[in-house]
C-alpha cells in the first residue's frame, strides 16, 4: 500500500472512528490524525519522478471496477505533491486551534474537517478520470454539513446555490471523462495522455472536451462569472471550513486547468487562452472592486481571494513558462495566506462576536501579537517584496506580458486596488477606535504557534522561494507546446 493510499485512507477511517467515539474525544482523535498525516506527506517532497514524471513511491495502482476499466490510481508529481502538504497543513491547522465548537455537534464537525481532508488528498493525486471524478464531487460532502450545521439561517441559500453550481460543472466535465474513456478504451490519466500525444484531438472535438472539464474548474476555482457561490458559502462556513475550502479546495479548480485542460489538450487550450485570460482578467478587477465594497472582513478576503485567484488562471493559461511557474507557486502561496487571514479572523470573531468592520477597532493595544500576525498576512495577500504573496504574482505578471501585454498590463493595477482595500480593512479592524469595551485575550498556546508557522512560511517563501522553484520548473516546462514562437 503506498503512502498516497494512506494519508487518504487514515483520515477518512478517522472519521468514521470519531462517528462511533463518544463527543468528548472527537478533537483529540482529530488532532492526532490530522498530525500523523501531515508527518506522512514529507516523504511526497523526496520523491524521484520516473519516466511519466510521477512519483513512483507514491504510485499505486489496483483493480477498483475491472468491467468498466476503472482502477484506484494515485500518485503525485511535484505539483500535486505541494498541494497535498498544503492541504495537510491546513487542515492540521484548521483542527488544532482552538475554536469554539457547540456542544454536541464536536463529531460531525472534527469529523467533517477530516473527511474534507481525505477527499481533496484523494482528487489531488488521483491519476484515473473517474477516480478523480468521485473525489472531485465528494468533497461537497463534507462542506454541505459544515455549513448546513454551522451556518444558521443563512445557509440555505448559500448552499443550495453552492450545490447547483458545482454539481451542474461536474457533470459538464463528466461527459469530457465519458468520451475520452471510451475512446482510448482507459479511464488512466497516464493512458489518455499518452493516447493524446499519439493522437492529438484537434479542432473544434478537442476545444469541446477540453471546454467540458474548464466549466468545472472554473466553478471551484471560482473563476468570473462562475463565482456567485463563492462568498455566501464562506460566510455560511465556521471558520475552519473556511480555511480548507479557500487554501485548499479552490486550489482542485486551478490545479484541474494546469492537469487536465492544458497538459492534455495543448492545442485547444492556445486556442481558448484569450477567453480563459480575459475572464481571469475581470475576475482580478471585479474581486477588487467589489471586495473595496464590502463592510464585513469575511467576505472581503472571501472577495479578494477571486482577484487573486484570477492572476493564478492568467498565469497557467499565458504561455509563458515563468508565469506557469509563478502561477504553481502561488497556489501554495495563496493557500498560506487566506488560510492564515481566516484563522486570524475566527480568533477575533470569537472574541467580539461580529466580523463587521465599523464594529471593530482598537485591537492593536490590547492584542498586539495577534494585530502584528494580522499585519504581516496583510502586507503578505498585498504583495509586499519579501513575503510570498510577491514572488508568484510578480512572475505571473512578467510572464504573462510577454505573450498578453494589455492583459498584464490591466491586471497590474488589482495589485493597487488590493493595497488600497486590504490597508483600508486593516486600519479600521485594528487601528480605529474600539467602539465596545471588550475582554480580549492575545495570541497564546496553540494559537500562537499555528499562527507563527504561517509567519515562518511567508517570509520563508518570499525570501527562498528557489527551493520551491526548482521543484516546479520541470512541471512548467510541459507549458512548451503552448508558448507563442
Known amino acids: 500500500m503506498s503512502i498516497l493510499t494512506l494519508l487518504i485512507l487514515v483520515p477518512a477511517l478517522a472519521a468514521l472512528i470519531i462517528a462511533l467515539a463518544p463527543g468528548g474525544a472527537a478533537r483529540r482523535i482529530a488532532c492526532l490524525t490530522a498530525l500523523v498525516t501531515l ?33 484506484f490510481h494515485v500518485g503525485v508529481d511535484a505539483m500535486s ?53 468521485v473525489f472531485f464531487e465528494a ?67 478537442g476545444l469541446w472536451l477540453m471546454l467540458g472539464f474548464a466549466v468545472a474548474f472554473a466553478v471551484k476555482t471560482p473563476l468570473f462569472p462562475f463565482h456567485s457561490w463563492q462568498p455566501e458559502t464562506y460566510a455560511a462556513c465556521p471558520t475552519a471550513g473556511v480555511v480548507l475550502v479557500s487554501g485548499a479546495m479552490a486550489k482542485l479548480g486551478t490545479y484541474g486547468f494546469w492537469r487536465f485542460c492544458i497538459v492534455l489538450f495543448p492545442e485547444a487550450s492556445k486556442q481558448a487562452a484569450p477567453l480563459m485570460i480575459g475572464l481571469a482578467v475581470v475576475g482580478i478587477l471585479y474581486g477588487a472592486l467589489v471586495a473595496a465594497m464590502q463592510r464585513d472582513v469575511k467576505r472581503l478576503i472571501a472577495y479578494s481571494s477571486i482577484s487573486h485567484l484570477g492572476y493564478i488562471v492568467m498565469g497557467l493559461f499565458s504561455g509563458s513558462t515563468p508565469a506557469i511557474s509563478g502561477a504553481i507557486l502561488q497556489m501554495v502561496n495563496h493557500g498560506i495566506t487566506v488560510g492564515g487571514l481566516f484563522l486570524v479572523l475566527g480568533l477575533i470573531e470569537e472574541q467580539t462576536g461580529t466580523l ?43 510572464g504573462t506580458f510577454q505573450n498578453f501585454p494589455a492583459a498584464a498590463t490591466l491586471a497590474t493595477t488589482g495589485v493597487i486596488w488590493s493595497a488600497v482595500y486590504m490597508l483600508w480593512m486593516f486600519q479600521r479592524v485594528v487601528y480605529g477606535p474600539a467602539q465596545k469595551e471588550r475582554n480580549l485575550t492575545d495570541l497564546k498556546g496553540t494559537s500562537q504557534l499555528v499562527l507563527g508557522v504561517f509567519v515562518v512560511l511567508v517570509f520563508a517563501l518570499g525570501i527562498f522561494p528557489k527551493t520551491f522553484l526548482d521543484m516546479v520548473s520541470p512541471i512548467a516546462a510541459l507549458a512548451a507546446p503552448m508558448e507563442n514562437k
Open 39 to 71: 508527518l506522512g506527506t514529507a516523504s511526497l517532497l523526496r520523491g524521484l519522478p520516473g519516466s511519466d514524471g510521477f512519483f513512483e513511491e507514491t504510485i499505486q495502482q489496483s483493480d477498483w471496477l475491472p468491467a468498466l476499466r476503472i482502477q
Open 356 to 398: 463587521k468592520i465599523r464594529s471593530l477597532g482598537g485591537l492593536w493595544e490590547r492584542t498586539p501579537v495577534l494585530s502584528r500576525v494580522f499585519l504581516i498576512l496583510t502586507l503578505a495577500s498585498v504583495g509586499l517584496p519579501l513575503t510570498n504573496g510577491f514572488v508568484g504574482e510578480f512572475m505571473i505578471l512578467l
Open 81 to 133: 505533491a505541494l498541494m497535498v502538504v498544503l492541504t495537510a497543513l491546513l487542515s492540521i491547522a484548521a483542527i488544532v486551534m482552538p475554536f469554539k465548537v457547540s456542544v454536541g455537534k464536536e463529531k460531525l464537525y472534527f469529523g467533517s474537517l477530516l473527511l474534507l481532508e481525505a477527499t481533496l488528498i484523494g482528487a489531488f493525486s488521483s491519476l484515473n478520470l473517474v477516480l478523480f471524478y
Open 139 to 205: 468533497c461537497l460532502i463534507p462542506v454541505w454539513f459544515l455549513a448546513g450545521s454551522f451556518g444558521g439561517e443563512k445557509a440555505t441559500k448559500a448552499l443550495m446555490k453552492f450545490f447547483l453550481y458545482t454539481v451542474v460543472g461536474s457533470l459538464v466535465m463528466l461527459s469530457s471523462i465519458l468520451w475520452l474513456g471510451f475512446h482510448f478504451q482507459s479511464f488512466s490519466y497516464i493512458d489518455i495522455q499518452h493516447g493524446l500525444v499519439k493522437e492529438p484531438l484537434l479542432g473544434q472535438l
